[in-house]
Nanobody
Framework: QVQLVESGGGLVQPGGSLRLSCVAS????????MGWYRQAPGNQRELVAS???????NYADSTKGRFTISRDNAKKTVYLQMNSLKPEDTAVYYC??????????WGQGTQVTVPS
């Protein structure tokens, strides 16, 4: 298995910024597409942003222009820089990764709270 550990969540005022990190570990593997998802209470989990191994990116319309996903393949880490945060961004954020010969991996989630 690939293990994912997120960090960087917390409470931030509207308009503020947070940087989430997700580090992958485990036995030999090659990371493919990685992404960030979020889930607010009562809502379905939704894609926030994804990035391929060669750094093709995809963003949800609600985050485009405010969030930036990036990765460091050597460190097996994916980041989500979140700027201009809004209360609507409040959710648990989950890291996801696909790797060669492995099932999709999910982190345990990190809470991001932006009060109204």
């Amino acid at each position: 298995q690939v293990q994912l550990v997120e960090s960087g969540g917390g409470l931030v005022q509207p308009g503020g910024s947070l940087r989430l990190s997700c580090v992958a570990s485990g036995s030999s593997f090659t990371l493919l597409t990685m992404g960030w998802y979020r889930q607010a209470p009562g809502n379905q989990r939704e894609l926030v942003a994804s990035i391929s191994r060669l750094r093709t990116t995809n963003y949800a319309d609600s985050t485009k222009g405010r969030f930036t996903i990036s990765r460091d393949n050597a460190k097996k880490t994916v980041y989500l820089q979140m700027n201009s945060l809004k209360p609507e961004d409040t959710a648990v954020y989950y890291c996801n990764a696909r790797a060669t010969g492995r099932s999709d991996a999910w982190g345990q989630g990190t809470q991001v709270t932006v009060p109204s």
